[in-house]
């Protein structure tokens, strides 16, 4: 694979490394390795969510009753969209299209992450608080099982809202990109930003897949 | 290599100024030193036999020269197989040992006479089946199984007799049990051993064994006539549990007579043993175990009644099982 | 004379202490070298905190009813020790300061994988401390390093936010060290450094990181909720709502079990390039001391449960917990006996670096001996909660860890700074260290087994003795720690310079000047031989 001299894209390649491919790969494994933090981090919050529902099933199955499944397979679908646009945003940079093709996938991944912070924070979060389900600042839940049913909340809000949080940070990260992109920086020899960024999207993508069913799903639907 | 050695001398003067364990006091405690006394000896045998082997190299090969280059020495693997496999063998040795005495030390004999304790900061409160009510100390008569069932009024505690050799961490919201037969009359002193705020070194009491003559005497002169079921007779009526809990509501709630130590059936098909976690549960936190064949309506007294009056109630319904004490309940 | 030449190249060259000047050159650097002595400063101050309290811990137990502070000063003494000597000195202490320096000059490369996230961690790591020393100077802290709810959640009133929130943004700093070391260890290796002519030191660093990488986002995660409880009081470990107290227990030491061989297995990676440079020998059973390191990441990640064999957890989970910590002791007894081989036939100098890694295996023995008795489920039960635990946790902390990072510290100095120590007062130190530690802390092995509770801030006077004994120690090792803090700083403008390899010691770290230029090499290096290829070594002239 033919050498990009330093001087064709200056400050691309960093002077500690050799090559922009040994770059690339140093790169995307560091992606991957703090992927693996992030499955640790999640992982402590649903291993202490999954002893309590196994403890308190009947509470966590009446809570989870008073969520919406259909915001919360709305905003799925949405998710799963946008880790396609996101695929086809590196792709696009990857077979050497038009900035314009790579900045318009970003941007529908962007808007798609919106989206889903919308119909999360405005149609769900908000109507919970209205509703009077949100522990610690408004919960006032009579109905039997009230603690257990707390409880369940506390961990939908922990659980999404440090999922919408990685998915604030994301959408940050991919501003950044398609500023990047309108710059010129991307090529189909130089895209590991991107590549790196759609590992990241993707893993939120997947954490929402993992959450969607524990939370909504819980004890079937009549 | 100089202070390891001023220490283990250190160590045998110490022994000579001050014991090296504590008062052996109970059934168990030989059998835990002999164990601990092994494993120093393991310690040290391995303790010396590399700093020994250091000291002699480092004497043997120190550098003579600032030009020597040593020889190669080649790595042998039956010797690395040899060194891997004697300290395997060792802790599984260890293990094996260790792990019966502690199964077989876990178990309280059946019969033994029942003790309770509550921790809160910063003292424990310990309550004897027959009324008598102790703080800061115990009672108990030499050579009879004792099993306390503990639980903490707040945060952690733990209840530790170091002449006993036993220790166990004392929860809230749940009991943990202990056993002991002291084997030497005495006093000894028990601490909290888990970190529990302001005046946790201040947590801390005297086991007194007595003679099983005068441990009776001892008992009867605290009696002030309610035994813990006594009390907790009272306190079935005034908190209301007669108005349901009795044979005239014709089933329409759990009867409780003879209830204690047999299985029941819950709603989600499990079958638990009323022993006495699930009966606090029961009172504490009746929606967490729902009985099959019963609408949950039971209140929760979550608050309402302290730990000593749930250990009374308890006493009082493990005494229903008797025809005896079912007249008493209309 | 050859040193009049080497301490004018040395004023003259250009190395990565002098390229730039300015406190922006400093704090705006992407160099590694720069970055691990920005943290060596930081873990320093810390060091000296801790230390504080634990002075003052020690005169109060001069006394069975307390010789200098009320108890509820003194639970805050040993919450504030411990928060700052396990977070913010001894996790960091040697990834952070020697494996930040040496591990892209050991393996041959310029940098590390991602120098600005490098600085990051520093910057990081810099504000965690802050909250922490917040929470110092604004009243403290009184739940131990170990936060046990309820009474943390519900119970303290004093600044538990603080703290949990200043371990849990430190803990980013180590989880983004680790991820770089991982990420340079497989992607920057020097043309023919394959993994087994890695130095011993790399394969610890790297056995650091997988538990810097998979346990540090647990603990994050443990103290976000328990700030979560803390301020919504909403039952997650508090019983009364329904919570488990336990739980809190489980999560915390899933991460804390391993965190001690985070701070262990570095200073056992130093313990191996000291034994193998000071005896000019290859480390006798290089695989088997490098697999040992990976083998004990591995296994500690399944032992925590016996921070809990009397918390309440079953019979059954005991014993197979108990089973765990067995097996965790036979990679640390392999290294032991292969450090001890190694010495065999080779040719032993006694500089101080020496004298403190001989003295990390026989305190290391003792201590991991010493945990033996706490993974026997019998012996456990008595001395669970007691001084025996201070004292075992404190041989492998102190007598091991703190001094490999101080034989560390020696034997790369004249790297670092391009400076020689006072040799003397080195060996010295050493030895003072090594006197009072043993004495500071064996006989809390003896009050253990009595039954002296710990984190007890009166005591049965029966006690008194051995206290005052262990007090007097911590005197001596306190001198001890002083004097090499004393006659370091001094050597940095006074000491005699030093060549690129005053200890004639094989690895790529020593084929570079002493400082070394800013990108580490002239040129790439090409690896051709083993590691400690001592054997081979010709006899050479010693001198720069």
């Known amino acids: 694979m033919p050498e990009i001299a330093t001087n064709d894209h200056p400050g691309i390649l960093e002077p500690h490394f050799e090559s922009l491919e040994a770059q690339h790969d140093a790169r995307k494994m560091g992606m991957w390795v703090f992927l693996a933090t992030e499955v640790m981090f999640f992982g402590g919050l649903l291993t202490a969510y999954t002893l309590y529902r196994g403890l308190y099933f009947s509470g966590f199955a009446q809570g989870s009753h008073l969520l919406e499944v259909k915001w919360g397979a709305l905003n799925t679908g949405v998710l799963i969209l946008s880790s396609l646009t996101m695929a086809l945003a590196v792709r696009s940079a990857q077979v050497g299209k038009s900035k314009l093709v790579t900045i318009g996938f970003l941007g529908i991944t962007m808007l798609l992450g919106a989206m889903f912070l919308a119909i999360k924070f405005v149609l769900e979060w908000h109507h919970d608080y209205v509703e009077h389900l949100v522990p610690g600042i408004s919960f006032g839940y009579a109905g039997p099982h009230a603690a257990h049913v707390q409880l369940f909340f506390c961990f939908y809000f922990f659980l999404t809202g440090l999922h919408a949080l990685h998915l604030i940070i994301g959408i940050g990260i ?49 | 290599m100089n202070g390891i050695a001023t220490c283990v001398a250190g160590h045998f003067v110490a022994g000579l100024l001050f014991p090296l364990h504590p008062p052996t006091a109970s059934t168990i405690a030989r059998s835990v030193d002999n164990l601990y006394f092994a494993l120093t000896g393991i310690t040290l045998f391995f303790t010396f036999l590399i700093f020994g082997l250091i000291f002699y190299f480092m004497i043997k090969y120190r550098r003579r020269s600032e030009d020597e280059i040593p020889q190669d020495v080649k790595t042998s693997i039956p010797l690395e197989i040899v060194w891997t496999l004697i300290p395997t063998l060792i802790c599984g040795f260890l293990f094996v040992w260790a792990s019966r005495l502690y199964v077989k030390n876990s178990e309280p004999p059946k019969g033994s006479m029942e003790i309770f304790v509550i921790g809160k900061q910063w003292m424990w409160h310990l309550q004897h089946p027959e009324g008598a009510r102790e703080i800061d100390e115990l009672h108990v008569p030499v050579g009879v199984p004792v099993k306390l069932t503990m639980t903490s009024q707040d945060v952690i505690h733990d209840f530790y007799i170091p002449a006993f050799r036993i220790k166990k961490d004392v929860l809230p919201g749940r009991y943990s049990s202990i056993w002991f037969e002291a084997t030497k009359t005495g006093e000894y002193t028990f601490y909290c051993a888990q970190y529990c705020g302001a005046e946790h070194s201040a947590m ?18 605290q009696s002030n006539g309610n035994s813990m079921a006594q009390a907790g007779q009272k306190l079935f009526v005034s908190f209301g ?47 967490s175990q729902h009985v099959a064949g019963y609408a949950s309506a039971m209140p929760s007294f979550q608050g309402q009644i302290n730990e000593e009056q749930l250990l009374d109630l308890i006493a009082y319904i493990k005494s229903i099982g008797s025809q005896e004490s079912q007249a008493s309940i209309q | 004379m050859s040193v009049d030449v080497a301490e004018l190249s040395s004023r003259s060259r250009v190395h990565y202490l002098n390229e730039s000047y300015g406190l922006k050159s400093w704090l705006l650097t992407t160099d590694h070298k720069r970055i691990a002595l920005l943290y060596l400063f930081s873990i320093t101050f810390m060091f000296l905190v801790g230390a504080g309290a634990a002075a003052l811990m020690r005169i109060q137990l001069l006394e069975p009813y307390g010789a200098i502070v009320q108890p509820e000063t003194y639970n805050k003494l040993f919450s504030i020790h411990g928060i700052i000597m396990v977070f913010f000195f001894l996790i960091p202490s040697i990834p952070a300061v020697l494996g930040n320096f040496l591990v892209p000059l050991m393996i041959g490369a310029k940098d590390v994988a991602f120098p600005k996230l490098n600085l990051l961690s520093w910057y990081i790591y810099v504000i965690g401390s802050l909250f922490t020393l917040y929470c110092v100077i604004f009243g403290g802290v009184d739940t131990g390093w170990t936060f046990y709810t309820p009474f943390s959640s519900t119970y303290s009133n004093t600044h538990v936010l603080a703290a949990a929130l200043g371990i849990f943004i430190t803990g980013f700093s180590s989880i983004l060290t680790g ?57 997650i470990f508090d019983p009364a709502v329904g919570g488990d107290p336990l739980l809190f227990q489980h999560l915390f030491w899933f991460y804390s079990h391993p965190a001690v061989y985070i701070m262990v297995l570095p200073a056992m990676g130093v313990v191996s390039e000291l034994i193998a440079a000071y005896s000019r020998k290859r480390i006798y059973g290089y695989p088997f001391v490098a697999f040992s390191s990976l083998a004990i990441a591995f296994i500690s990640f399944l032992v925590w449960g016996h921070h809990m064999f009397v918390s309440g957890q079953s019979i059954y989970a005991g014993l197979v917990f108990s089973l765990m910590s067995f097996l965790v002791a036979i990679p640390s007894a392999i290294k032991v006996f292969n450090w001890t081989a190694t010495l065999y036939k080779g040719s032993i100098s006694y500089d101080a670096p020496m004298l403190y890694a001989l003295g990390f295996i026989g305190l290391f023995t003792m201590g991991g001996l010493t945990g033996l008795f706490l993974a026997s489920l019998a012996t456990d039960v008595h001395l669970n909660g007691t001084y025996f635990i201070v004292a075992h946790f404190h041989y492998i902390m102190v007598g091991g860890s703190v001094m490999g990072f101080m034989g560390g510290i020696h034997f790369w100095w004249p790297k670092i700074t391009g400076r020689l120590y006072p040799d003397k007062w080195a060996r010295l130190a050493a030895l003072i260290i090594f006197a009072g530690f043993n004495l500071t802390f064996f006989p809390q092995f003896m009050l253990g087994y009595l039954g002296m509770p710990r984190r007890y801030a009166v005591y049965p006077a029966q006690f008194q003795v051995l206290n005052v004994m262990s007090t007097a120690g911590a005197t001596i090792l306190g001198i001890g720690y002083l004097i090499p803090l004393i006659y370091l700083i001094w050597s940095i403008r006074y000491g005699p310079v030093a060549g690129p390899n005053p200890w004639r010691a094989k690895g790529l770290e020593w084929r570079t000047p002493s400082p070394p230029p800013k990108e580490n090499f002239e040129e790439t290096p090409i690896v051709t031989e083993e590691a400690y290829a001592y054997a081979s070594m010709p006899a050479e002239k010693s001198g720069a």
């Not at chain 1, 991307?186 to 997947?206: K, P, R, T």
């Not at chain 2, 801390?204 to 002169?221: C, E, I, N």
């Not at chain 3, 497989?186 to 394959?194: D, L, N, S, V």
Request: charged letters at 15%; a positive charge.
């Open chain 3, 179 to 235: 991820l770089n070391f991982i990420v340079t260890i497989h992607r920057m290796r020097a043309p023919g450094m394959t993994w087994f002519r890695l130095p011993l030191f790399i394969w610890s660093m790297y056995a650091t990181s997988i538990i810097f990488v998979l346990g540090t986002p647990v603990l994050a995660i443990t103290l976000f909720l328990l700030t979560l409880e803390r301020v919504l009081h909403v039952g």
């Open chain 1, 174 to 222: 991919l501003l950044v990109l398609s500023v990047m992109a309108w710059r010129g920086r991307f090529s189909s020899q130089y895209y590991s930003s991107l590549e790196v960024a759609g590992l990241y999207w993707h893993f939120v993508d997947i954490i929402w897949i993992f959450l969607f069913p524990l939370l909504y799903l819980i004890g079937g639907r009549s």
């Open chain 2, 204 to 221: 801390m009491g005297k086991v007194f064994v007595m003679t099983q003559s005068d441990y009776s005497k001892w008992l009867a002169s």
């Open chain 2, 241 to 287: 549990c007669a108005t349901c809990h009795s044979q005239s509501n014709g089933g329409k709630y759990p009867a409780l007579a003879g209830v204690y130590g047999n299985p029941i059936r819950l709603r989600d098909g499990r079958i638990v043993v009323a022993d006495d976690a699930y009966l606090r549960n029961a009172i504490a936190k009746p929606g």
